[in-house]
């Protein structure tokens, strides 16, 4: 290995030094080719398994990263962070599906291209989790969308093309998945069995089936990107354009999509750039880096290559072009609301280790959540957990909770199956990469410490967005956090539920509530069943419910069941469903809120109604 590191700094020495002087260029064509729920299962990537020739072609002709790393373990809060260049967390877009506010002053990335005289397609999906207008930053969005398009062909372009043949739903379902690799042939097809499991999956004939799935409609997505390079090469402009590959986040599979480990962010990203664009990438062609590359830093990279000026507010660095600025140490990611389950976690990740903070570790490792659990491998999982079946490795899929922290070596353990939290020989990584976490934490004004209904109305109440508050106004960070992740003892949190800050308030009753010394402190606790704030009011329920008092808590949980606000209304139905059968007087208010506007609402109704009624009903 020391050898082949040695040739390659060989290789970029002599390659740097021959490339002359270099003449005054007009700005490059940028194509950006993305596709959904893959890790980096291609052949380029040591994957022997993967049939992938139109990939491994452009990794042949350009640089392979195989650091980089995903902003967030699903599709539209990675998205959130690539069109602006800042992370998710810190704009207030964290949550799925949350149609969070554009920060004043922040332009999408296409709008900076626009401006400098770039033609900007994107074909066609958004996906930006923002109440905007998705299609205002471009020149054409939608199926047709393509550089052919061009009114003036001596204009430069970027175009986007996302393939979706790699979403989960191709895996899961059996109609969709036929209809993603029509087009493939046969021979290429991999069988169950052929591909083996992650250790962490029961060995089943459904299980052996979806993964194989999984690699064929790969299959079936390079050879589209293979179309699509064609139509470039026909239209004589592979000599003018750098050429993007990546996925938007890892596989679209349990314990791989929305989640930290580098299952669910770790993704290919290719890049090639043409002879005379070439001295822009960091080696020279057919190599590969483990240079660590994060989604916040593509928008800032494409600014540099089209030589626009880099906005502060983006959050990234360049890591192609001139003069560039120091490799980064770290990447961050986060995970919060997946769908209709909260579940804040963030995570640290060097080239070796990787960190991840549980702010709930109370919370199963996996809770129920609708879309996930109607797949054929999450349901071998849970059969398998009945049965006793489920490898070692798989265990903590279905453990009732998590550990506060994980610290992983990812060289000795590329699965993530190791934790060295509390391994003194560790202690002092555990530290610089805990230490990491608080510093990135206060740095970008993480605003997945604000619950999401008190985000929101703090966005109404101040009349600007979450981004602009963090910011502008004296929001206590660092004593949020501290309270979140439980670092003070019973009398501060006691104390905090006077805090004139709501997410303080929160927190507290939280930590409160899962503290075995509750009991000893109900009447504390039901002065706060009184706060102004709907969700402290919730947690401050929960909180009693878990002391044994659900003769008070109850009844406010099934107030806010019907509440104004729908992430109450979500938010109460989680707390009512966590407390099981401490939750029956509350089925009629879970009935009625069955026809709720909010999809996710009628979700954990509909799974604490099962539980309770011993039902089976399912709900899109």
Request: aromatic share 10%; proline share 7%; with cysteine.
């Amino acid at each position: 290995m020391q050898y082949k590191h040695l040739f390659w700094l060989f290789s970029a020495f002599c390659w740097l030094n021959c490339q002359g002087p270099i003449e005054e260029l007009p700005p490059p064509n940028i194509l950006w080719i993305t596709c959904e729920d893959i890790s980096p299962n291609l052949g380029a990537y040591g994957d022997s398994f993967a049939h992938t020739p139109n990939l491994d072609r452009l990794a042949e002709e350009g640089v392979t990263y195989t650091n980089a790393i995903a902003s967030a373990p699903v599709c539209a809060v990675a998205r959130s962070s690539i069109i602006t260049g800042m992370y998710a967390s810190s704009q207030g877009t964290q949550y799925m599906r949350c149609q969070g506010q554009l920060p004043e002053s922040v332009q999408l990335y296409p709008d900076h291209l626009r401006e400098a005289g770039y033609f900007c397609t994107n074909n066609s999906k958004t996906d930006y989790n923002m109440a905007i207008d998705n299609k205002a930053c471009w020149d054409e969005c939608n199926r047709d969308g393509h550089w052919r398009n061009r009114p003036d062909t001596t204009k430069p372009f970027f175009s986007i093309f996302n393939f979706g043949t790699s979403h989960e739903s191709r895996v899961n379902d059996a109609n969709r998945y036929k209809q993603a690799i029509a087009e493939v042939d046969p021979q290429l097809l991999k069988a169950p069995g052929e591909v083996p499991l992650p250790p962490y999956y029961p060995d089943t004939d459904t299980v052996r089936e979806l993964w194989s799935r999984y690699y064929n409609i790969i299959t079936a997505m390079d050879q589209q990107v293979g179309d699509l390079l064609a139509e470039l090469e026909a239209d004589g402009l592979m000599d003018n354009t750098i050429i993007f590959f990546y996925s938007d986040h890892g596989a679209g599979l349990p314990r791989h999509k929305r989640w930290l480990y580098d299952s669910g962010l770790l993704v290919p990203m290719i890049v090639k750039a043409p002879k005379k664009y070439q001295h822009l990438l960091p080696l020279p062609a057919g190599s590969s880096t483990d240079e660590l590359v994060s989604f916040i830093d593509l928008p800032p990279t494409l600014l540099k290559l089209a030589n626009i000026p880099i906005p502060n507010y983006m959050q990234g660095r360049a890591f192609l072009g001139e003069n560039l600025s120091p490799q980064r140490t770290y990447t961050y990611a986060g995970r919060d609301r997946m769908d209709e389950r909260y579940d804040m976690q963030r995570a640290v990740r060097s080239k070796r280790y990787k960190y991840i903070r549980h702010y709930e570790p109370y919370k199963p490792f996996c809770q129920y959540m609708n879309t996930p659990e109607k797949g054929g491998i999450m349901q071998a999982i849970r059969q398998a957990a009945v049965d006793n079946s489920l490898p070692q490795a798989g265990t903590h899929i279905v453990a009732s909770s998590k550990p506060a922290e994980e610290l992983f070596d990812l060289e000795a353990d590329p699965w993530e199956l190791n934790n060295l939290a509390e391994d003194p020989n560790y202690a002092a990584q555990l530290e610089e990469m805990r230490a990491a976490h608080g510093e990135w934490s206060d740095r970008t004004k993480d605003t997945g410490l604000i619950p999401e209904t008190i985000l929101r109305r703090w966005e109404k109440d101040y009349d600007k967005s979450i981004y602009a508050i963090m910011r502008q106004d004296s929001i206590p960070v660092s004593l949020i956090r501290n309270i979140a992740i439980g670092e003070l003892e019973l009398d501060p949190w006691l104390a905090a539920l006077d805090n004139p800050n709501a997410a303080v308030r929160y927190w507290a009753a939280i930590r409160l509530g899962n503290d075995v010394r509750v009991a000893n402190h109900i009447g504390s606790l039901r002065q706060s069943l009184t706060d102004s704030i709907p969700l402290v009011r919730i947690a401050t329920a929960r909180a009693l419910c878990l002391a044994g008092a659900s003769e008070l808590g109850l009844p406010v949980l099934q107030r806010e069941l019907q509440h104004a606000d729908q992430w109450v209304r979500l938010s109460s139905a989680i707390v009512i469903d966590e407390m099981q059968e401490q939750g029956r007087p509350a089925i009629e208010d879970l009935q009625s809120v069955m026809e709720d506007p909010n999809k996710y609402v009628v979700r954990v109704a509909n799974h604490a109604l099962n539980a309770l009624l011993g039902t089976a009903n399912t709900v899109p």
